[in-house]
């Protein structure tokens, strides 16, 4: 008997080298997205991130969640720093990295909503003073008004557009609406890439599976982020999967600025995709100094890193996203009240469910945060649901800022309906052009407004906008900042810098002949 041999084929004796995997790239979310999911939006001051800034350059990111609406403003209202100033520093300490703001679209720092000639003003400063990419994230995936914006940002200097899909779990939102809208932004000529930008922190690697492949053939050839939350506890894991589905880059946070509610850590994310085999570009000896940075920091001003999250079910149930879960226990602690935050966030739920479903991204978390805080007093008093609405939420249902996917609970219309003020609310208001507004606010002041000052001015409340021109520019920060801030100062602009830079002041005073300022920190609900 003669033995025979099975036939081997080409590939049994040459094995074909296995497919070369993309390189995954990063998007650092520290200084935005870390800062206001973590920190409330207040901790990083325009010194702190320009510090931190030519560190951030080297890491070889494809561009730094940099800033945005409610960034801006709050650096105004807290710190009194100009928020063109902050850009154009940090343009100057990183010329290397596009840095980019987000944007929901028809708003800038306001709560309502902005006519073009305010929107095309707020994207000219942005370029102008070097912001290079915009992440837009239309709260109502409304398609229409994305790419309106998109096509304004780039007449206005803008040099990429980032359109978001924003992923959010109810019963009136598809998989084929978000391949639809990824394909409808993918084939515009406006939009530089597409990202699925995840708020609540919601996608699951289960999910994740069924998601992206559509949205990823959708996206066609251009790039596809994924900008997922810790909340959960699921996002490191999922970003892994992500990236074997063909998502081309990862938004993290970096040091203390990571993990918690905000986006997963880079340290941990390229051991990971190491472990998979999967390359990653980023200098990890320029991530580490610049994280070593971000703790200084982080322990000058006594604020709590962000931690990793044990797996938690219950934001699927409220959807209240990182920022917000800050916002609102800023909120009631300043009330004396932080032990009713269970009660708020589960009349969230209930609140968002009743308006429609609006996915929760701001502003809509924010309305959505509000009107449960309101409705949790109420109830406290014995009063109704209801009882009192704030103006945003009287806009949202009366369609100013679009149509939610889901029906508005009738009840709620029925409120609405009987409050005198909901029909001034409901009127068009009509738009001005730049130059009626530089006519209108130059008779205000007496004199021509720059943009920037006209812009903070419509937006802002003008007592912010005096103090902050006053103090001037923002000081520099190092890590001996609270030794400097004890010597002596010889005018009001140099005591207010002072105190900017001590941590977590509780009484202040300052002495000049037989004048005298004191400030004390009053203490509300067991915080400084």
Request: aromatic share 4%.
């Amino acid at each position: 008997m003669t033995a025979t041999a099975t036939p081997q084929t080409r590939a049994d004796v040459h094995p074909q080298p296995a497919k070369p995997r993309r390189t995954i790239r990063l998007v650092d979310t520290s200084l935005r997205d870390g800062n206001q999911s973590l920190w409330g939006a207040t901790g990083l001051t325009t010194g702190m991130v320009e510090a931190v800034g030519p560190l951030l350059d080297q890491v070889g990111y494809d561009a730094i969640d940099f800033t945005s609406s409610t960034n801006l403003s709050v650096g105004v209202k807290w710190h009194r720093e100009n928020p063109w100033e902050r850009i154009s520093r940090m343009r100057e300490a990183m010329p290397a990295t596009p840095l980019s703001a987000i944007t929901t679209g028809m708003r800038f720092m306001s709560w309502d909503k902005a006519s073009e000639t305010v929107m095309r003003m707020a994207l000219r400063l942005l370029a102008s003073h070097g912001i290079r990419r915009l992440q837009i994230a239309e709260p109502m995936n409304d398609v229409g008004s994305l790419l309106r914006v998109a096509q304004w940002a780039k007449e206005e200097g803008i040099e990429q557009v980032v359109a978001a899909v924003t992923f959010t779990e109810s019963p009136v939102h598809t998989d084929a609406s978000y391949g639809r809208n990824a394909s409808l932004c993918s084939a515009s000529k406006y939009v530089d890439a597409v990202y699925i930008k995840d708020p609540g922190g919601l996608l699951t690697v289960e999910r994740t599976r069924q998601l992206v492949p559509g949205i990823r053939a959708a996206a066609g050839t251009k790039t596809l982020e994924l900008h997922s939350h810790c909340t959960t506890g699921a996002a490191s894991q999922l970003y892994l999967v992500a990236a074997e589905l063909g998502v081309d880059v990862l938004h993290t946070g970096l040091g203390p600025l990571s993990n918690g509610t905000a986006q997963p850590g880079l340290e941990n994310l390229v051991g990971n995709l190491d472990a998979l085999g999967i390359p990653v570009q980023a200098n990890r000896e320029a991530a580490a100094a610049a994280a070593s940075i971000l703790h200084a920091i982080a322990k000058s001003q006594g604020l709590p890193a962000g931690v990793p999250t044990e797996y938690d079910l219950s934001p699927h149930v409220h959807q209240v996203p990182g920022g917000m879960m800050s916002t609102l226990k800023r909120q009631l602690g300043e009330l004396r009240m932080l032990d009713e935050l269970p009660a708020v966030i589960e009349e969230a739920g209930r609140v968002r469910a009743d308006l429609g479903y609006p996915i929760m991204v701001t502003p809509f978390s924010q309305f959505v945060g509000s009107q449960a805080l309101m409705n949790v007093l109420a109830e406290k008093t014995g009063q109704d649901r209801y009882s009192r609405i704030p103006d945003e939420v009287l806009r949202f249902v009366l369609g100013n800022f679009g149509t939610p996917q889901g029906e508005i609970a009738p009840e709620v219309l029925e409120k609405v309906s009987q409050l005198p003020r909901a029909k001034d609310m409901a009127e068009p208001t009509a738009e001005r052009s730049l130059a009626e507004l530089h006519e209108e606010y130059g008779r205000k002041f007496g004199r021509q407004l720059t943009e920037e000052e006209l812009l903070l001015r419509m937006v802002l409340p003008g007592d912010q906008i005096d103090t902050m021109l006053a103090t001037g520019p923002a000081p520099k920060w190092v890590p001996d900042a609270g030794r400097r801030a004890a010597e002596p100062v010889t005018n009001a602009a140099e005591f207010i810098r002072a105190a900017n830079l001590l941590p977590k002041w509780k009484y202040l005073a300052v002495s000049r002949g037989s004048e005298k300022v004191e400030l004390r920190r009053i203490q509300t609900g067991g915080t400084q």
